[in-house]
């Protein structure tokens, strides 16, 4: 089944303690990307990566980084996470072509106390 | 800065009328997705769209775009309960960069 895939689904840590998102698809998707929601500001992009070794930030890309070892691999890392970066956080893939839609995974809702 | 305005933010319609909503963006772009988002679920694909005059439609809802006018609309066609849902629109920021700028959503509550 073609998927995206996020680990974990659910945490909650405490300020200060780096923390790895993963995002995997088994799509063979060169572009992928990193989205976090919150309440009334819709999604906003982290960072995102057209291929390997190759990423850029986003809107918000303060406080994250990110890796693209492999294709199939876009982890989000959170070196000294805040409280505000409580939020939704969803990975999206990709192939290129103009007419090719993103595909989410099911998103990893991070509390920072 | 591209910004992407939706209209309106919160939507509450009985079953079986239309409706539309609409997605205004500030700065030239050629593609434009519309999304959709069930409560505590991930976001589905619903349409691309690539060009001026392009229309697309799926089931009750149909999706256009004038990129004149830098606006899409979304409309509804005799609303049923299970089209409840937050609905998002998404820019390309730039041509062929791939980075989508979203609208805050439009939340519809159809009711029966």
């Given at each position: ?34 989205y ?21 930030k ?7 980084k ?13 070196e ?14 990709s ?19 | ?12 319609m ?13 700065t030239t ?46 409309h509804i ?9 937050t ?26």
């Amino acid at each position: 089944e073609a998927q995206v895939t996020q680990n974990p689904r659910y945490l909650i840590t405490v300020t200060g303690k780096k923390l790895t998102v993963t995002c995997s698809q088994n799509m063979n998707h060169e572009y992928m990307s990193w989205y976090r929601q919150d309440p009334g500001l819709g999604l906003r992009q982290i960072y995102y990566s057209m291929n390997v070794e190759v990423t850029d930030k986003g809107d918000v890309p303060e406080g994250y980084k990110v890796s693209r070892k492999e294709k199939r691999n876009f982890p989000l890392i959170l070196e000294s996470p805040s409280p505000n970066q409580t939020s939704l956080y969803f990975c999206a893939s990709s192939l290129y072509g103009q007419d090719q839609p993103q595909h989410f995974g099911d998103g990893t809702r991070l509390s920072i106390l | 800065e591209l910004k992407v305005e939706q209209n309106p933010l919160f939507l509450s319609m009985q079953e079986g009328k239309n409706y539309t909503i609409y997605c205004n963006y500030s700065t030239t772009s050629d593609r434009l997705y519309w999304y959709r988002q069930d409560p505590g679920k991930s976001l589905e694909s619903l349409f691309v769209l690539l060009s001026n005059g392009a229309v697309k439609q799926e089931g009750r809802l149909m999706a256009s775009l004038d990129t004149k006018a830098r606006l899409s609309t979304l409309h509804i066609t005799a609303a049923v309960h299970d089209l409840s849902a937050t609905y998002f629109c998404a820019v390309e920021t730039g041509a062929g960069s791939y980075q989508l700028t979203f609208g805050k959503g439009t939340k519809l509550s159809v009711i029966p």
